[in-house]
């Protein structure tokens, strides 16, 4: 195998910058689906040359069948089997109620994954909110907590988690995040409710509640099938993996061993197709488009990353990362402006190649603390900007198209992520690392 030379990085830059850079100066154009085929594959194709002429084909071919595969098949389960859940009704948006819809999104979303939960949950939070003037700090908090931080338990939970656990993290190991998870989430309810309350019982207009309380609806869940589904989700990730059935990692095993999660996968997502009613996701708004999107731009990143991952571990001692903080601050950072999930497997690539200190505790190959920081970086700091996970540019768009004034991308970061999100980070590093 040939080192990696320093330039062969520049395609994973640009599609990184892309994904960063192209929302804001060419909003309209990148909005084309088609148009982020043509840049992820137009980057993907150098990057893949270059691994072949130089030996490092099979590089190439892991990340793509035994990453690239997995982790686009089990976002598009759980945005079709969530998709088949509609949830609507109209209560009074009392801050007591609007807290509870974000502590039930916190909860679910570590087992349906940040999307699934946020996609769920918006549209009723939404609902029940709609004759509140004042609700831009309730969509705020639900990116944050909803399509964000609630999804640490799991590899379920949030992308890079995933990437994480197919990588050697247990699936139950993302359970020992627990504390993290719940002084974070506790801190951010808390937080929420104070403010919701102040806002409610000070500024909110006497109109407005009067309103609110005689237009009520109750709650109803139609596309109850779905959950069964999803359990099978769990089910299948839980167990259908090299640690119960051994044979899926043998590369000479036949291939409906070795993806056998995968056609499981499948499979539950083709019969929720089937047997969940039309009109439920026509209610749910359902569209391929956000999947899509997804497979499309991630085909460019998984391609692009293969050189950046080898060159990474060749030269990890050299970044001078070795710390738990670092790795904390560094994946976090970076999650927040480029993806979380590139960025969660680019910082385990480091780990790797960093010496093992002796009776260290390894998981996934590297020491389970730093494991921890880069598991808990990548998913926090997604929320630091709208572009750092996937649900929140979504949740963004449906509260504007609800008629919600919601903020610039940079005057999200000066109203609301800097001054509430990144201090509750650095206390948690703090007290957990």
Known sequence: MHEIELWALIPFALMLGSIAVLPLVAEHWWENNLHKLYVALGLALPASIYLVANDMGSNLEHQM?????????????????TGGIHIKGDIQARPINNTIIMTIGYLLASFIGTTGAAMLMIRLLLEVNQQRRYKTHTILFFIALVANCGGILTPLGDPPLFLLYL????????????????????????LYFVIDYYIYYRKEETVSIMADVHEKSPITITG??????????????SFLNPTYIPD?????APLYVRFLREIVLVVICALSWLTTA????????????????????????????????????????????????????SSGILSAFLDNSPTAVAFHTVAQGLPVAAGATLEAGIDVMLLRAIAL???????????????????????????VNMPSFFGYMAKFSIVILLPIYIVTQLIFL
């Open 278 to 329: 039309k009109r439920i996701r026509k209610d749910n708004k359902f569209s391929w488009e956000p999947i899509l999107e997804v497979a499309y731009v991630f085909i460019g990143i998984f391609a692009t990353m293969t050189p950046a991952l080898i060159y990474l571990n060749a030269h990890a001692a050299e970044l001078g990362l070795t710390k738990p903080w670092q790795f904390f601050y």
């Open 167 to 190: 990588r050697g993290a247990e699936f139950t190991w993302f359970m020992g995040l627990m504390p993290e998870w719940l002084f974070v989430g506790v801190v951010l309810i808390a």
């Open 224 to 237: 109850k099938i779905n959950i069964i589904y999803l359990v099978g989700i769990i089910l299948a990730v």
């Open 65 to 81: 069948l035994y990453d690239y595969v997995p982790f686009i098949i089990l976002l598009g389960a759980l945005f079709v089997v």
């Open 248 to 252: 899926m990692a043998d590369h000479h």
């Open 377 to 403: 970086g990548s998913v926090f700091f997604g929320a630091m900007t709208y572009i750092g996970n996937g649900p929140n540019f979504m949740v963004k768009a449906i509260a504007e198209q609800a008629g």
